[in-house]
């Protein structure tokens, strides 16, 4: 791995620093350091590598809690989740969550980004994002009309489908639903299989897609273990960020501009950290204002998982598989095919529903897994010793509103994160009806025949009340966060159509965290898209004659 860490060896600075090499940042680092011209410094707090665990598709549950390469945050305590404090992992590590998250390939409903697009966002309308999300993908489905074949992206389909998938699906239209067979189609409605950031049974993190085969441009530098404290903004205009790596700090310059790619809780802990952000708050922590922009931290939107399971007839499921003998069998059938249950995601197959008819598109996501675990006393993964399957299910638009704020100002202090799951009522009601879709589901014909009873959340669980208090006792997050720093105009607008942050100059976030409104479904291949569509408005920027940097946004 290509790995430097003093800025002195670059003593006239780069062109572009970018803080994180996520799911956005990696992007960037491929496209602006196309142009050998361009020195390019891309900074992650998390390891320059890629273990065993990232690489395997099934290793996921192994990176859940590991300190290493997630930054296992937690929220405060939900008011509407009976005082609970919930788990947020997220990527430490080059490829960031791309690197240890499921591997679903979702974009969202095209309305998504039409709201955008009418929110006064222009130029992120569907038909503006599309050729993004083309360009950054090699499909398995690909066609000339939604899908890329040429991107450095991966996106394929399992190789085989579990017969109880299959049942899946088919329940799903015997329910009343109809076939999607392509639900990244920007039409979600129906029930379909999921497709997956895995190219030969090799998860396709960004980092292994985007920086593995340009590691050695010489104007591309790479620095892991690398912690930004806070972006450097002399006179309103960012000029480099200071950082730390392995006990020493650094100053490293930026002629263009900095971009944060630091993720939903990252980016605004840093803006923050860096003077930028609520006056008052900044003001008492002690740190020196240069710009007040309220919305930084606010706006922060995520998908709750809604979490059901059921034990099934012996042979419809993996579990068996991942067990004993047989996982060390498939094991090292992968080591030699990397075909088998380790080369897949953990959900195979999704329906898209309504909470009520009166929503124009689908409010609700089921995932469907073909295997069943639960975690130990000593936080490690169990595949249960029963035949068993699993859901989640999701609340796609949650009118929830939460925030990130700082804890302190010292640079490694984990912010403070409140989701405040459910705080809006019609959440409570899309948190019931996805039960309720589930077992609609799974009581319909092939998949009620396979089913021997239900584990999650339980028979006991019957009424709207009763299901709403399991949801209040059990959700946990999808692993959505997006919004901290959102594009617009209006006074609570972060950065603007370009992702420019409002009133200084130089500096850009480029990452989940610009999403004004959350988009229905994963949110990993709509970050990649951010980071396409930023690269080419960063290089547009650049190449104009006369610079486009100026003091632009909501007063």
Request: glycine share 10%; charged share 20%.
């Amino acid at each position: 791995m290509k790995q430097s860490h003093t800025s002195a060896e670059t003593p006239s600075g780069y062109d572009y620093i970018i803080v994180g090499a996520g799911s956005a940042g990696c992007v960037l680092a491929h496209r602006l350091s196309a142009n050998p011209k361009v020195k390019v410094l891309v900074l992650e707090a998390g390891p320059d590598e890629e273990p065993f665990w990232v690489r395997t598709p099934a290793g996921v549950g192994g990176l859940f809690l590991d300190p290493r390469l997630n930054w296992k945050f937690w929220t405060d305590e939900e008011a509407k989740l009976s005082g609970r404090r919930v788990y947020w992992p997220r990527g430490k590590i080059v490829g960031g969550s791309s690197a240890i998250n499921g591997m679903i390939y979702m974009r969202g409903e095209s309305a998504d980004y039409n709201r955008w697009d009418e929110l006064g966002n222009r130029g992120w309308s569907w038909a503006e994002v599309l050729p993004y999300f083309k360009k950054a993908e090699s499909s398995d489905l690909a066609n000339g009309d939604h899908r890329g074949e040429t991107g450095p992206l991966r996106v394929s389909r399992p190789y085989a489908q579990h017969p109880i998938t299959d049942a899946f699906v088919q329940a799903g239209v015997a329910a009343g639903l109809t076939v999607n067979p392509d639900v990244t189609s920007g039409v979600q409605d129906g029930v379909g299989y999921v497709q997956h950031t895995i190219g030969n049974g090799i998860r396709h993190s960004t980092a292994r897609a985007y920086l593995r085969p340009i590691r050695q441009r010489k104007n591309l530098t790479i620095i892991g273990d690398a912690l930004v404290h806070r972006v450097v903004i002399e006179n309103g205009r960012a000029i480099g960020v200071k950082y730390q790596c392995r006990g020493s700090d650094f100053v490293a310059q930026a002629h263009r501009e900095v971009i944060l790619s630091a993720g939903a809780v990252g980016s605004p802990q840093i803006l923050m950290l860096s003077g930028v952000g609520p006056r008052d708050q900044l003001q008492a922590l002690g740190l020196d204002i240069k710009s007040d922009l309220p919305g930084v931290g606010e706006n922060l939107q995520d998908h709750l998982a809604v979490n059901a399971g059921y034990e099934v007839a012996a042979g419809m499921s993996l579990n068996i598989g991942l067990r004993g003998v047989r996982k060390a069998i498939n094991g090292a059938r992968y080591l030699l095919t990397k075909k088998g249950p380790l080369a897949v995601g953990v959900s195979h197959a999704v329906a898209f529903v309504r909470s009520t008819e009166a929503v124009a598109t689908p409010d609700l996501q089921i995932s469907f897994r073909p295997l069943s675990l639960a975690f130990d006393k000593n936080d490690r993964v169990q595949i249960h010793r029963f035949p068993g399957v699993q859901f989640a299910g999701a609340i796609l638009r949650p009118q929830s509103r939460g925030v990130i704020r700082l804890r302190s100002a010292d640079p490694t202090a984990a912010p403070s994160i409140r989701a405040n799951y459910l705080s809006a009522a019609g959440d409570e009601r899309c948190a019931v009806a996805v039960l309720q879709w589930i077992r609609r589901i799974v009581g319909s014909p092939p998949l009620k025949d396979l089913v021997q009873r239900e584990d999650l959340p339980g028979p006991q669980y019957r009424n709207d009340e009763e299901l709403l208090s399991f949801v209040r006792n059990s959700s946990q997050t999808l692993y959505h966060p997006v919004g901290t720093c959102k594009m617009g105009s209006d006074k609570w607008a972060v950065v603007d159509e370009r992702l420019r942050v409002h009133r200084v100059l130089n500096l850009r976030v480029v990452d989940a965290s610009i999403m004004p409104t959350i988009v229905s479904g994963n949110t990993n291949a709509p970050t990649i898209m951010i980071g396409e569509k930023a690269a080419d408005m960063i290089l547009q920027d650049a190449g104009r004659s006369e610079p486009q940097q100026q003091f632009h946004g909501a007063a």
